[in-house]
């Protein structure tokens, strides 16, 4: 397809566990992007990617929290030791490039629920 | 960091009628963008504002880019029951590539 996607649609784990998210971000898009969105709250930023470029890491919430790109294709999202606070729905966007003003076209997310 | 106060937060309207909800902040966007979330989906884009003072319409969406770039609203006409959702509002800060995002209008139309 043309859009963002994103897997698994649902996860639930148990508290400890190490749980993957990945993305698929729209063809030729550079930038990829990672948020959290808690029930009923708005986006919350984690971290992007550009290229080969270091990622921005500065709105990963604990060093549980990694995400890994290979050149402009797929990413994971890895949460280690998952706690219930981390339950939340993950979101992925991509943009053409790693610019102010671009826009970023988001995928449906992954709903991640520890039990 | 930069923060958009987006008001108001929910909104109940009785259908045929027109919609205003806004974003404000302290400091200086130089993109808006307004975003509209469906339960269990992804935000979808709506209108995408560049340059402060522009106009916008997309369909029955219209939103303005504040000329003090600081603050955009999005108003939607003659609402319909498919325009429930959340919407958001979200910008880059000067220097930014982090979207900053607002924490959303819940609108739910009665028909």
């Known amino acids: 397809g043309a859009g963002v996607s994103q897997s698994p649609s649902n996860k639930v784990t148990e508290k400890g566990k190490d749980v993957e998210l990945r993305c698929d971000p729209i063809?030729?898009?550079?930038?990829l992007y990672w948020y959290r969105q808690r029930l009923g709250q708005g986006l919350e930023f984690l971290i992007y990617f550009q290229g080969n470029s270091a990622p921005d890491k500065s709105g990963l919430p604990s060093d549980r929290f990694s995400a890994e790109r290979t050149g402009e294709s797929v990413s994971t999202l890895t949460i280690q030791r998952t706690q219930q606070e981390d339950s939340a729905v993950y979101l992925c966007?991509?943009?053409?490039?790693?610019?102010?003003?671009?826009?970023?076209?988001f995928g449906p997310g992954t709903r991640l629920t520890v039990l | 960091g930069q923060q958009l106060n987006q008001s108001p937060q929910s909104m109940f309207i009785q259908e045929g009628e027109d919609v205003s909800m806004n974003c404000t902040s302290s400091s200086i966007f130089n993109t808006w963008l307004w975003y509209k979330q469906d339960p269990g989906e992804g935000p979808v884009l709506l209108i995408a504002l560049y340059k402060a003072g522009e106009l916008t319409s997309n369909g029955r969406l219209t939103a303005q880019f504040g000329i003090t770039r600081k603050d955009s609203f999005l108003n939607i006409s003659a609402s319909i029951p498919s325009d429930v959702g959340i919407y958001f509002c979200?910008?880059?800060?000067?220097?930014?590539?982090?979207?900053?995002f607002g924490k959303g209008t819940k609108l739910s139309v009665i028909p």
């Open positions: 979200a910008g880059y800060g000067a220097g930014s590539y982090q979207l900053t």
């Open positions: 966007a991509s943009s053409l490039r790693l610019a102010e003003g671009y826009e970023q076209f």
């Open positions: 063809s030729g898009h550079t930038a």
